[in-house]
C-alpha cells in the first residue's frame, strides 16, 4: 500500500505539486460515485480526499452538505464505505485520506452490537468504537483520518488507537490558529497538515484567501511534515498559486462536487468534466515555480 | 481553553480548529467578567428593570386542589418577552459588549430565544441576526415578526427537518466564517464548553430565587423541583438552586412527541444513546450507524436529538430523575391549565406540568411541588386549536364525520 511519504517523496522529485481531489463517498450513489473516483484517479489525482457524509456537517458550506444528503438518501453507510474504498484501491494503489465527523468514529459498530437499546456506552461494548473502526478502515486501504469536528486538544482520543492501527495523522491548521498550537498540531501529525485557506466553512470561492501564501511560510518555518491546502479552492489558477506559495498539496472539493450536483442527470457527463477539470489543474500544477 | 468543560464523561468542545480561537476568547471573557463588580451590577439593574426580574412564585389554587397536592409556579413566563431566555440573553449580550463585539447571532427553535435575544440586540444596539428553521418560522411565525420589528434579520434554514438541530448548524456555519466581530449568543445549556457554563450561569437566578421565594411561602424546601427539558437552559437554571439539597427531587421533562415506541419524540436522555453533536458529548437520539435522527414533538423549544451535558451528567448519577411527557397529554394540560388557573403556559413548560398531572392522587397532599413555568402559552395558541381540529377529525367527528 502506497504511504503519503513514497507519494509526497515522488512529486519532490518531480517537481509537483499533489493533486488532492476530494469527493463525498456515494454521490450521488454508489456505482456513479464509484465511477467519478475512478475518473478523477485516471486524471491524475495524487492522493484523494474522501468524506463520509453525516447528518450534521457543521464544518461544511451548503454544497458538499447537499451531496451528504445524496449520499446517505441513496443508502452510503460505513459497511458501503468500506467496500467502496477497496473498490477504488482495486483499480489503482493511491493514498486515500478520509474526512469525517466524530460520532460517526464513535458509534462504529455499535448499532450492530446494541441494536437500537438506550444508554450502551462505547467503552462497554467490545470491538466497536475508534480502534475497530481505524483497523476496519486502514485494512480496506485507507491511510488517514481527519475528524473535522475534533481539536487538536481532544487528539489523543484518536491518535493512539489510528496509529496502532497503522494510519498516519492528519489535522487542520486555519488562519487564525495560534503560533502555539501550529507546533503542537504539526508535533502530532505523521501523513500531512491540512491547511485551510480561510476563515469558513468549506465552498467554492471566486478568489482565493490573501492569507494563503503567510500561512504557507508560517508553518514551513515550523515543519517539515507535507502542508496541504484547501476550502476555497476553485480554479487551475487558485491551485497554481497555493503551488506556487510553497504548497506540497492542493485539495479541491466543492467545485468537484458542484460539477456532480449539474450533472445529475447524466452520470457519465460528470465524470467527463471532472475529469477535464483535474487535467487542466494538473497542468497547473506540473511546473513549480523555480525560485523556492 | 483553560478548562476542559466535562460534566464526568460528558460535554467537552468538540469542534473544528477554526473554532477554538472563539471558544477561547468566549472562556477568557466570561471568566474576567462574570464576577466583575461594574457587570454585575450593570446585568442586576437590567435584570431588574428591564427584563422584571425577580419573578413571583405563586401557589397555585385550584391546580393544586386538583392534583391533591401543593403546586408552585415560577413565573418566569411573566418575565419581558414573555419566557426565561431573556436571563441568558441579557447575560451573553452584555458579555458581548464588554468584549467589544458588535454584532450577535442565535439559533432558536421556538422562537423565544430569537426573541430575547433581538430585545437584547436592540437595547445594546448591535446588529442581530437570528437563524430559524423553516418548520419553526412557519410554525412560529408571530415570534418572527417580533424579532423583525425588534430589528433583527431572521435567516431561514432549509437543511434537515428545518428546525432548532439545523438552525444550530447554520448559526456554526456562520460563526466559523465571522469569528471575529461576531458574538455567538448560545441559547440553549448545550453546544461546545463554555456554553453549557455561561447559560447554566445567567440562570440560575431562577433557582436561587425558588428556593428562597419557597422557605418564605412554604416554610420549607420543596420536595420536588420539576422543568421541561429540551437542550435545558430552563431546567439547569433552576436545578442549580438545590443542587446540594439533596431531600429535593430533580424532575426534567422531555419531549415524548407521539410516544417513545413510535420513534417520533425528541427524548435524548429517555432514549438515546451516548453520542457527539454540536460540540459536546451527551445523550443523542441517533440511528445505528451514528446519523442523528430527526425528532418530533409538538414543542418547537424541545425539538431537539441532543441535551445538555450536565443535564446527562445528572441522570447517571441519579441526582436528578428524567421522564418524558406525550403531545396528547401535554395538550391537555394546556387546556387544563388555562382553565383552572387562567394561565397560559407555553408548550415547551406544559410537559413539566404534565407531569405534575400524572402524580395526581398519587403524592401526599402535605408534598410541595415547584414547576418552573419557563414561558407564556400565547405563542402556542394557534397550535393547539389545530391539533385539536385535527385530531376531532381523526375521531371521525369532523364536519363530515
Known amino acids: 500500500m502506497k504511504s503519503y511519504q513514497q507519494a509526497f517523496a515522488e512529486m519532490k522529485n518531480q517537481n509537483r505539486t499533489a493533486l488532492i481531489p476530494f469527493f463525498v463517498i456515494g454521490d450521488p450513489d454508489f456505482d456513479t460515485s464509484l465511477a467519478i473516483v475512478k475518473a478523477a484517479v485516471d486524471a491524475g489525482a495524487d492522493i484523494l480526499e474522501l468524506g463520509i457524509p453525516f447528518s450534521d456537517p457543521i464544518a461544511d458550506g451548503p454544497t458538499i452538505q447537499k451531496a451528504d444528503i445524496r449520499a446517505m438518501r441513496s443508502g452510503m453507510n460505513l459497511p458501503k464505505a468500506l467496500e467502496f474504498i477497496r473498490k477504488v484501491k482495486q483499480h489503482k494503489d493511491i493514498p486515500i485520506g478520509l474526512l469525517m465527523y466524530y460520532n460517526l468514529i464513535q458509534q462504529y459498530g455499535l448499532g450492530r452490537v446494541a441494536g437500537f437499546q438506550p444508554a450502551i456506552r462505547g467503552r462497554d461494548a467490545l470491538d466497536t468504537g475508534p480502534g475497530r473502526f481505524f483497523k476496519d478502515f486502514h485494512e480496506a486501504g485507507v491511510n488517514s483520518v481527519l475528524v473535522a469536528d475534533l481539536s487538536i486538544d481532544d487528539a489523543d482520543e484518536v491518535t493512539g488507537p489510528a496509529r496502532s492501527a497503522g494510519l498516519d495523522t492528519v489535522f487542520m491548521v486555519t488562519p487564525n490558529t495560534e503560533p502555539d498550537r501550529m507546533k503542537r498540531i504539526a508535533a502530532k501529525t505523521t501523513g500531512f497538515i491540512y491547511t485551510v485557506s480561510l476563515l469558513g466553512v468549506t465552498g467554492s470561492r471566486q478568489a482565493l484567501s490573501t492569507a494563503v501564501e503567510g500561512l504557507i511560510r508560517q508553518l514551513k518555518s515550523l515543519t517539515n511534515v507535507p502542508i496541504c491546502v484547501g476550502f476555497g479552492v476553485s480554479t487551475p489558477e487558485h491551485a497554481k498559486s497555493i503551488a506556487d506559495a510553497g504548497a506540497d498539496g492542493v485539495i479541491i472539493g466543492s467545485r468537484l462536487v458542484a460539477m456532480i450536483e449539474s450533472n445529475l442527470n447524466d452520470p457519465r457527463a460528470a465524470s467527463k468534466e471532472i475529469a477535464q477539470f483535474l487535467g487542466r489543474v494538473k497542468a497547473a500544477l506540473a511546473h513549480r515555480r523555480s525560485d523556492r | ?401
Open chain 2, 1 to 401: 481553553m483553560k478548562h476542559s468543560g466535562r460534566f464526568g464523561e460528558y460535554g467537552g468542545y468538540y469542534v473544528p480548529e477554526v473554532l477554538i480561537p472563539a471558544l477561547e476568547e468566549l472562556e477568557e471573557a466570561f471568566d474576567r467578567f462574570h464576577e466583575d463588580k461594574a457587570f454585575v451590577a450593570e446585568l442586576a439593574q437590567l435584570y431588574k428593570d428591564y427584563a422584571g426580574r425577580p419573578s413571583p412564585l405563586y401557589h397555585t389554587r385550584r391546580f393544586s386542589e386538583y392534583v391533591g397536592f401543593h403546586v408552585y409556579l415560577k413565573r418566569e413566563d411573566l418575565l419581558h418577552g414573555g419566557a426565561h431566555k431573556i436571563n441568558n440573553s441579557l447575560g451573553q449580550g452584555l458579555l458581548a459588549k464588554y468584549m467589544g463585539k458588535t454584532k450577535l447571532i442565535a439559533e432558536t427553535g421556538a422562537g423565544q430565544h430569537g426573541l430575547a435575544t433581538s430585545m437584547v440586540g436592540a437595547l445594546l444596539g448591535m446588529k442581530t441576526k437570528i437563524f430559524m428553521g423553516v418548520t419553526d418560522i412557519e410554525r412560529q411565525s408571530v415570534n418572527v415578526h417580533k424579532m423583525r420589528l425588534c430589528g433583527a434579520e431572521v435567516v431561514p434554514v432549509e437543511g434537515g427537518t428545518g428546525t432548532l438541530k439545523d438552525a444550530i448548524n447554520d448559526a456554526l456555519r456562520y460563526w466559523t466564517a465571522n469569528v471575529t466581530d461576531t458574538f455567538y449568543l448560545f441559547g440553549s445549556a448545550a453546544g461546545p464548553h463554555p456554553y453549557p457554563t455561561i447559560v447554566k450561569h445567567f440562570q440560575s437566578c431562577i433557582g436561587r430565587e425558588t428556593r428562597q421565594q419557597c422557605l418564605e411561602q412554604a416554610g420549607r424546601l420543596p420536595d420536588m423541583v420539576v422543568a421541561c427539558v429540551g437542550g435545558g437552559s430552563n431546567a439547569i437554571g433552576m436545578f442549580a438552586g438545590f443542587l446540594d439539597d439533596k431531600g429535593v427531587r430533580l424532575i426534567g421533562v422531555e419531549a415524548g412527541g407521539k410516544g417513545l415506541k413510535t420513534g417520533k419524540h425528541a427524548a435524548s436522555l429517555t432514549a438515546g444513546r451516548v453520542g457527539i453533536l454540536h460540540g459536546a458529548r451527551a445523550y443523542l437520539l441517533q440511528d445505528e450507524n451514528g446519523q442523528v435522527l430527526d425528532t418530533e414533538s409538538i414543542s418547537a423549544g424541545l425539538d431537539y436529538a441532543a441535551v445538555g451535558p450536565e443535564h446527562c451528567y445528572l441522570k447517571d448519577t441519579g441526582r436528578a430523575e428524567y421522564v418524558a411527557a406525550e403531545d396528547d397529554e401535554v395538550l391537555d394540560t394546556f387546556e387544563l391549565l388555562t382553565k383552572l388557573e387562567g394561565i397560559l403556559p407555553a408548550l415547551e413548560s406544559t410537559h413539566a406540568l404534565a407531569y405534575i398531572v400524572s402524580q395526581k392522587g398519587k403524592l401526599p397532599p402535605e408534598t410541595v411541588a415547584i414547576v418552573n413555568l419557563s414561558g407564556r402559552g400565547d405563542k402556542d395558541v394557534g397550535i393547539v386549536e389545530k391539533a385539536r381540529s385535527e385530531s376531532i377529525a381523526d375521531c371521525g367527528f369532523g364536519p363530515l364525520g
